[in-house]
């Protein structure tokens, strides 16, 4: 349940309360605009048992944590808050996702690992459908094929198209064996 007394695992956060500490490592951290919620600096987090959340802070919370959550880095939250992860994409398969607010402490952390916490899905997997398609999965593959950038209409805009894995890619990694992928 615990870490050492002192840490929760990022897989024990429920949201009834906001005075959680948990002992991380960034994986990812990106900004986004959304009409309703504006600006959000967004984050995958893991755990050193290899839990993995999707964070987030609010515009007004951004210069701040941004500051202190660097791409790499180990880091001890404290006071965040924890909700259900909605959305039609979810970067990490967790039910929860944690929003980081203005009582949110960030600090420095004595945990060094450098695992990058991957969760390869075997090319099969992929292949005949067996995923929840609104959760991102991790995948490393090669890219042997960059195809011309098709331009087409998406919600009556026009976008471009970059379809880079073509049928002699796929299957090259059907091919490969599946210890290589997973």
């Known amino acids: 349940m615990t870490i050492g007394q002192m840490f ?13 500490r948990v002992r991380v490592k960034v994986l990812h951290s ?7 919620a504006g600006e959000t600096m967004e984050f995958v ?3 050193e048992h290899g839990g993995k959340i ?6 007004k919370d951004i210069g701040r944590i941004s500051k202190d959550l660097k791409v790499g880095e ?3 939250l ?4 924890v909700a259900h992860a909605t959305g039609q994409f979810r970067p990490t398969n967790s039910k929860w996702k944690m929003t980081m607010t203005l009582n949110t402490k960030v600090s420095t952390c004595s945990v060094k690992n450098d695992s990058q916490f991957l969760e390869l899905i075997p090319i099969r997997t992929i292949m005949d459908g ?11 593959g090669q890219v ?3 195809q011309e950038i098709q331009t087409v209409p998406v919600q009556g805009k026009e976008n471009t198209n970059h379809e880079v894995l073509d049928n002699a890619v796929m299957n090259v990694l059907t091919r490969m064996p599946l210890g290589v992928l997973c």
């Open 74 to 76: 180990w880091r001890v």
């Open 78 to 81: 404290d006071n965040f808050q």
């Open 54 to 59: 999707h964070a987030a802070a609010k515009k």
């Open 144 to 146: 042997l094929n960059v």
């Open 8 to 20: 929760t695992k990022l897989d024990d956060l429920k949201p009834f309360k906001s005075t959680w």
């Open 30 to 36: 990106w900004r986004q605009y959304v009409g309703q």
């Open 130 to 140: 067996g995923l929840n398609h609104c959760i991102l999965i991790d995948f490393i």
């Open 45 to 47: 987090l893991a755990d």
